[in-house]
């Protein structure tokens, strides 16, 4: 067994989507747009060194002798992982190109827009998920609980501790989940105010 290489592994993984989560959740308080542009930047390089985690899982466990639980334990933070990736990347490229636009005023405002375009729950959510996911499967890389289908039976050892870990895992992601939700909800109709007020504008003006 390879415990510390495969808790050294997946510890890495938890630090850098926890960190990666908790700066896309501060990505929409950012004061100017050269902030939230820099925020930007620095969260797709974690969402860069936390994929690159990902793929030195399995390679650094081929290069040690004897077996290792961290790829079985990657598995678990790999499903929102993928979210981020596939959806939440070109989320954030959005957002960095939109705060980029105010490279020639940098302590421009942001605009509500950018803002609830920063705050969408894509970007941090899938993050933070993946974080707890991590965590998690910490136990799993300690070798702490013995996973049945690996020659030990389903009543074995602290088997039962993966499935009250996964229901509070799930009860997690839908707590961040609504909360993103509400969040993005409550930035969203600053978007249409302006145009709101100019519809009325307009409207008086043709009367």
């Given at each position: ?20 989560g ?11 747009a050269?902030l ?34 961290a ?8 499903v929102?992982?993928l979210?981020?990736?596939?959806l939440g ?34 970007i ?15 136990p ?39 909360r ?12 249409m ?15």
């Amino acid at each position: 067994m390879n415990t510390a290489v495969d808790v050294i592994l997946i510890g890495t993984l938890a630090a850098v989507w926890l960190t990666a989560g908790l700066l896309a959740d501060g990505l929409p308080t950012a004061g100017t747009a050269l902030l939230m542009r820099r925020r930007a930047r620095l969260l797709a390089v974690l969402v860069a060194t936390g994929a690159a985690v990902f793929i030195a899982v399995p390679v650094a466990t081929a290069l040690t002798p004897g077996t290792s639980s961290a790829p079985l334990a990657a598995l678990l933070p790999v499903v929102p992982a993928l979210i981020v990736l596939t959806l939440g990347v070109r989320k954030l490229g959005w957002v960095r190109r939109g705060a980029g636009a105010f490279a020639t005023a940098p302590l421009a405002p942001v605009p509500p827009a950018l803002r609830a375009a920063a705050a969408h729950p894509l970007i941090a959510a899938p993050l933070q998920i993946t974080g707890l996911a991590a965590i998690v499967a910490l136990p799993i890389a300690a070798g702490v609980v013995d996973l049945p289908g690996r020659g030990v039976p389903s009543t074995t050892g602290f088997a039962g501790l993966v499935a009250v870990a996964l229901i509070l895992l799930a009860v997690a992601v839908i707590a961040i989940g609504i909360r993103a939700a509400l969040r993005h909800s409550r930035l969203a109709p600053l978007v249409m105010a302006p145009l709101d007020r100019a519809r009325q504008r307009v409207r008086a003006g043709v009367r």
